[in-house]
């Protein structure tokens, strides 16, 4: 079973910062590009930060230089640290892994999501 476990949302006031982790099954995160996403109510899910399976970022403009995609790899953990939020970062933020293309060059195909965690930055 793939499991994809987030937590570390909450409620900030703008200006402030949050850590999100999401812990992935073990067989799973060896061969996936993690990736969070979000979703504001009445929204379209955004990409907000990737990450591969060798380590390459890329963010969505609006949170470059404010946030940060990284891996524990011992701990089969990603992680996204907002820092400055802005009430426009509200939202619903879901943890995603696909395979690499190297991976899916042999066939494997899955897009696991987590249950997704509510970030709230209000004064």
């Known amino acids: 079973q793939v499991l994809l476990v987030e937590s570390g949302g909450g409620l900030v006031q703008p200006g402030g910062s949050l850590t999100l982790a999401c812990v992935v099954s073990?067989?799973?995160?060896?061969?996936?590009?993690m990736a969070w996403y979000r979703q504001a109510p009445g929204e379209q899910r955004e990409l907000v930060a990737s990450?591969?399976?060798?380590?390459?970022?890329k963010y969505e403009d609006s949170v470059k230089g404010r946030f940060t995609i990284s891996k524990d790899k011992p701990k089969n953990t990603v992680y996204l640290q907002m820092n400055n939020l802005k009430p426009e970062d509200t939202a619903v933020y879901y943890c995603?892994?696909?395979?690499?293309?190297?991976?899916?060059?042999?066939?494997?195909?899955?897009?696991?999501w987590g249950q997704g965690t509510q970030v709230t930055v209000s004064s």
């Open positions: 995603n892994s696909k395979p690499s293309p190297y991976i899916r060059a042999t066939g494997v195909q899955y897009d696991h």
């Open positions: 073990e067989n799973i995160f060896r061969i996936s590009d």
């Open positions: 990450i591969s399976r060798v380590d390459e970022t």
